[in-house]
C-alpha cells in the first residue's frame, strides 16, 4: 500500500506542472484569431482544472511526496506517459474524434511520432492546430522534466536515465540541466519563428511549425505541405538541431564550435541522409523532396510533402533503416538511437581487433572522447535486440492484418521509432484493435523497450 502511495505522490507533482501548460493554447490562438472561436479557450482551462484537480486529490490521497525506490519511480513515469495524453485529449473530443482516436492523436503528440487521426486537418481549428504542435514541444522536454522527478533526490536513477539515452547532465545539478535545457529549446524556437517569418511566413503557422520540427515531432498545422523550398530548407535546420543532444548545444551556446568537428552522431545523421538523398535521386524523386523526406526520418521528425509507398524502390527502403536508426542521445529524436548503432559496430571491431592480438595486449576503441567498455556494448547491443525484436513481432500482426509486409515494416517503423512518415495505412479507417496495438508503439518505443520491461518487472514486485 505505501508502494501504492508513493507512485501517486509522483504523479501528482507530474500532473500539477503540466496542468499549467494549458493555460498557453487556451490564450495564445484566442490574441492571434481574436474570439471567434473563445468556446475552445474554455475546454483547455477546464482540461488543465481537471489534471490540477486529479493531482491535488493524489496528493490529499498519498501524502507528499517521498523519495521512492527505483522500481516505483519507473511505475511512475510509465503511468504519467499513459495518463497524460488521456487528460490532453477532451480537447480532441469534442472537436469532434471518437474517444479511441482523440487519445491516439494525443498519445502521438505527447511521444513527438506525428501520426494523425485527422482525415482532414484544413478544417480544424486553429486552436486546435496550435495544440497539436505545442503538445509536441512539451513531449521533446517531458521525459526530460520526467527525469527531474524521477532522479531527484535519488541518485539510483541516474543508471535509469542512461537507459532512456538523456545521460549527458548539462549542469552540476539535475535542477539547473533542466533549466539550461529549456532555456536553449525556447531559444531555438524563437529564432526558428523568427527565420520563418523573414520569409514571409505568418506567425501562426511559423510557431507551429518549429515546435514540431525543434521537438522531431512532425505535426503540420495544415493538409498538404505549403512551404517553399527556402522555408523548407529552414525546417530542416531546425530537424537536425532537434536530432542532437541537448549538451551539444550547450557547447555551442558557450562558444565551443569545435564540437561540430567531432560531434559523430550530427555527422552520422548527416551523411545517412545524404546517401538516402542520392537513392532517392536514383530512384526517381526530385533532388530537394528526396532531401527533405531523408532528413525528415533520419531525425524521426515526420514531416512529409510527397505520398509514400513501396513504388518509390530502394528509397522506400531507406526510409524505412533512416526511422529505425533515429537521431543522437540526449536529443528529442526517437528509435534505436545513431550512437547506439556507432558503438555496436565499434564493438564488433573491438572484438575482432583482440581476437587478432596476444591475450595480454591491451586494445581499446574510442567513440566521443571516450574508451568503450563492454557495459557499453552489452547495452547497445540489449537495447538494439529488444527493438528488432518488437518491430518484427508488430510488424507480422499488421502485415496479417493488411497482407502487405512492406507498409506495415513502414507503419510499425515509423511508429516505433516516433517519426510520423506514413505510407497511408495509419488513419480513421482502422480497426480499434490496431490504433491501440499503435498506441502501445508509440508510447513504448518513446520510453524503449528496455524501460518497459523493466516496468513489467517493477509491477510484478510491486504486487507479489
Not at 528496455?450 to 513489467?456: K, Q, S
Amino acid at each position: 500500500m505505501s508502494g501504492i502511495k508513493q507512485i501517486g505522490a509522483r504523479l501528482s507533482d507530474i500532473l500539477e506542472m503540466f496542468s499549467y501548460f494549458n493555460i498557453i493554447p487556451a490564450v495564445v490562438p484566442l490574441i492571434i484569431f481574436g474570439t471567434d472561436k473563445w468556446e475552445l479557450s474554455g475546454y483547455f482551462l477546464l482540461q488543465g482544472v481537471l489534471m490540477w484537480i486529479l493531482a491535488f486529490l493524489l496528493r490529499k490521497i498519498c501524502g507528499e511526496e517521498k523519495e521512492s525506490d527505483f522500481h516505483l519511480n519507473v511505475i511512475a513515469i510509465f503511468i504519467a506517459w499513459l495518463l497524460i495524453p488521456l487528460l490532453s485529449c477532451i480537447v480532441y473530443y469534442i472537436d469532434g474524434l471518437p474517444p479511441l482516436d482523440a487519445y491516439f492523436e494525443s498519445v502521438s503528440a505527447w511521444t513527438t511520432t506525428g501520426l494523425t487521426m485527422y482525415s482532414n486537418l484544413d478544417m480544424a481549428a486553429p486552436h486546435i492546430l496550435f495544440w497539436r504542435s505545442f503538445q509536441q514541444w512539451m513531449g521533446g522536454l517531458g521525459i526530460v522534466a520526467f527525469i527531474f522527478f524521477l532522479i531527484d533526490k535519488n541518485s539510483n536513477l541516474v543508471a535509469f536515465s542512461k537507459t532512456e539515452g538523456r545521460e549527458e547532465f548539462i549542469r552540476p545539478t539535475i535542477r539547473s540541466s533542466l533549466k539550461e535545457i529549456i532555456k536553449i529549446y525556447s531559444i531555438y524556437t524563437f529564432i526558428g519563428v523568427a527565420l520563418l517569418s523573414f520569409t514571409g511566413l505568418d506567425f501562426f503557422h511559423g510557431i507551429s511549425i518549429i515546435m514540431s520540427a525543434i521537438s522531431t515531432g512532425g505535426f503540420a498545422p495544415y493538409q498538404e505541405w505549403m512551404l517553399n523550398e527556402i522555408q523548407s530548407g529552414i525546417v530542416m535546420l531546425f530537424m537536425l538541431a532537434g536530432a542532437t543532444s541537448f549538451l551539444f548545444h550547450h557547447r555551442i551556446f558557450e562558444g565551443k564550435w569545435e564540437i561540430i568537428k567531432r560531434y559523430a552522431p550530427l555527422q552520422a545523421i548527416i551523411a545517412l541522409s545524404i546517401i538516402s538523398f542520392g537513392v532517392g535521386v536514383y530512384s526517381g524523386l526530385d533532388p530537394f523532396n528526396s532531401l527533405f523526406h531523408a532528413v525528415s526520418a533520419a531525425t524521426t521528425t515526420g514531416f512529409s510533402k510527397i505520398t509514400i509507398d513501396a513504388g518509390m524502390g530502394l528509397y522506400f527502403y531507406a526510409l524505412l533503416i533512416l526511422m529505425m536508426i533515429g537521431g543522437g542521445l540526449g536529443s528529442t529524436a526517437g528509435a534505436i538511437k545513431i550512437d547506439r548503432i556507432i558503438i555496436f559496430i565499434k564493438g564488433i571491431k573491438l572484438k575482432i581487433r583482440k581476437a587478432l592480438h596476444p591475450p595480454d595486449a591491451v586494445v581499446i576503441e574510442r567513440y566521443m572522447n571516450q574508451t568503450i567498455k563492454d557495459e557499453h556494448i552489452i547495452h547497445a547491443s540489449v537495447v538494439i535486440i529488444l527493438y528488432l525484436l518488437l518491430f518484427t513481432l508488430a510488424s507480422v500482426a499488421v502485415s496479417i492484418e493488411t497482407g502487405d509486409m512492406n507498409t506495415a515494416m513502414f507503419e510499425v517503423s515509423s511508429a516505433l521509432g516516433n517519426v510520423g512518415l506514413t505510407a497511408g495505412l495509419v488513419g480513421p479507417s482502422m480497426s480499434s484493435a490496431f490504433k491501440a496495438l499503435f498506441i502501445f508503439i508509440m508510447v513504448v518505443g518513446r520510453l524503449e523497450v528496455l524501460t518497459f520491461l523493466i516496468f513489467i518487472g517493477s509491477l510484478t514486485r510491486l504486487f507479489r
